[in-house]
């Protein structure tokens, strides 16, 4: 059966020859009975079809049989349009076609229906589909399968997104999405009470942040745990906060490891010094004995009746010498009490200027016969640190100070301290007897020392540089031989956000 227009149908032909799309009529059977322009040119159909009325399956995909689920043969038994998409390889390439078929009129004298349909190269499309497809899939196997938990919020705080490492993080398994998905973690009292809801809040307004070795509390309550958590915008159009994305590393055997490993350090510290301990007791504890029996025989003579005056000034310093040596027995011993505490790193604001005059009145320098030098600015900010171990730290340089400066006329010790754009600097000089210019380097590795036996007691210049790196913290030295050494420590000043790694 041959197509003939009526004549007002030429207009709409000729609009057809200029659609973007290749558009053609078929009958009942298939047969093709008018093609646009854009059909015959993609398709290489000739104008008048001089073999016959050709199919559709034969002359636009070069089929033998007709296409499966074919919308053309759908639209005849539902009356509706119909769609489909078809794969044909054209010009040696494989491309996609959205095929649409639309009833256009039944002819009364072969009682069959006239089809249009249209044809649009999808290929592009379908690539672009298949290779956001491929990325989403790709996404999807990274988040689940990645060791840490990620998920999304939406600006509100509610959970939208889990993925299988959150489950086991939070302890709710396979019921995680269950209890997890619309809930709110801004309105969690542990979230609140830990502070950060409020990071959380303040990163849906735009505000990325990152929480190293974060003190954690699940959801039931348990203490314990440590994250590192980041959170990041998600930002839509208008650069408009959409929601956030957060992601959480347990980090609670790290930080147990690190503690473990300071402890290990300090009881590594504790036995190295067992044998100077001994020799450091047995020195004082000797001075005691021979000062004391010197006491003993001088009330001796006050039985007797024969003190004088100079026996009298005698007896005091012999009693003096026995209050010193017994107050460095106790230093002694407070000092391996303080190595065997089992206390973590804490985060906390310290006052630098009390701290040094705290330690200075403690080691009493003008017993010592060494003169300070202090240059320690009182309006210096606070520093972030443990307190406990800053305060170790720094007495051990102290003493290492006056142990350099033992028998040394004109003794001078000056402590110096500065604010910085890096931070709070702080110097610790001595005219002792300095250090060799090949040791610099090795005064802070275990087991080092450049005192005579029995006089390594203390923490250690090693255990000294671990504790000021784990608390972000820098310590260096500077030393000529004969002239004296010059230890600089450089903390980090307070701020109410900063941890402690």
Not at 165 to 174: E, R, V
Not at 287 to 305: R, S, Y
Request: include cysteine.
């Amino acid at each position: 059966m041959n197509f003939n227009p009526h004549r007002d149908l030429d207009t709409v032909r000729s609009i057809l020859d200029f659609l973007p799309m290749g558009v053609y009529v078929v009958d009942g059977e298939r047969r093709i009975q008018w093609a646009n322009h854009r059909t015959r040119h993609r398709f290489c159909m000739e104008k008048d079809f001089p073999w016959g009325d050709p199919h559709c399956y034969q002359s636009l995909f070069k089929r033998e049989s007709p296409c499966a689920d074919c919308p053309a043969m759908r639209t005849l038994k539902t009356g509706r349009t119909e769609y489909e998409e078809i794969k044909s390889e054209h010009q040696g390439e494989l491309k996609y076609y959205l095929v649409t078929a639309t009833p256009l009129r039944r002819d009364r004298s072969a009682s069959q229906t006239l089809i249009i349909e249209t044809i649009q190269d999808i290929t592009d499309q379908k690539r672009a589909d298949e290779a956001l497809r491929r990325l989403d899939d790709i996404n999807s196997a990274i988040i689940n399968n990645a060791p840490v938990a990620i998920f999304t919020l939406d600006k509100s705080g509610k959970f939208i997104s889990v993925n299988p490492a959150l489950a086991t993080l939070s302890g709710l398994g396979a019921q995680a999405e269950e209890k997890l998905l619309g809930f709110n973690w801004l309105e969690n009292p542990y979230t609140v009470r830990s502070g950060l809801a409020e990071r959380i809040r303040n990163c849906l307004a735009g505000e990325p942040f990152e929480l190293q070795d974060f003190p954690f509390t699940t959801y039931r309550g348990d203490r314990g745990q440590y994250i590192h958590v980041r959170g990041v915008p998600l930002k839509g159009k208008g650069d408009k906060v959409e929601g956030m994305l957060c992601i959480i590393e347990d980090n609670t055997e790290k930080v147990k490891a690190q503690i473990q490993s300071i402890q290990d350090a300090k009881m590594s510290v504790i036995g190295r010094l067992m044998t100077g301990v001994a020799h450091e007791l047995n020195n004082p504890l000797a001075a005691i004995a021979a000062n004391t029996e010197l006491a003993c025989d001088l009330f001796q003579n006050v039985k007797d009746g024969t003190v004088g005056k100079e026996e009298i000034e005698e007896l005091r310093e012999y009693l003096e010498v026995i209050e010193d040596q017994a107050f460095r027995c106790k230093n002694i011993i407070k000092d391996m009490i303080d190595l065997t505490k089992k206390d973590g790193f804490e985060a906390l604001e310290i006052d630098l200027v009390a701290m040094l005059d705290e330690l200075l009145e403690v080691l009493n320098l003008n017993k010592l016969k060494i003169r300070l030098v202090r240059d320690v600015p009182p309006d210096l900010p606070p520093v972030r640190g443990d307190i406990n171990a800053l305060k170790q730290c720094f007495l051990n340089i102290l003493r290492n100070a006056t142990d350099a400066l033992e028998s040394r006329d004109a003794a001078v010790i000056r402590v110096r301290a500065q604010h910085r754009d890096i931070g709070v600097r702080v110097e610790i000089e001595d005219n002792g007897v300095g250090i060799h210019d090949g040791l610099v380097d090795k005064i802070f590795e275990p087991f080092f020392s450049t005192k005579d036996t029995g006089k390594g007691v203390g923490l250690g210049l090693t255990l000294c540089y671990e504790f000021l790196k784990r608390m972000g913290a820098e310590i260096e030295v500077k030393s000529v031989l004969g002239r004296g050494s010059v230890f600089v420590v450089t903390l980090p000043v307070f701020q109410e956000t900063s941890g402690v790694e």
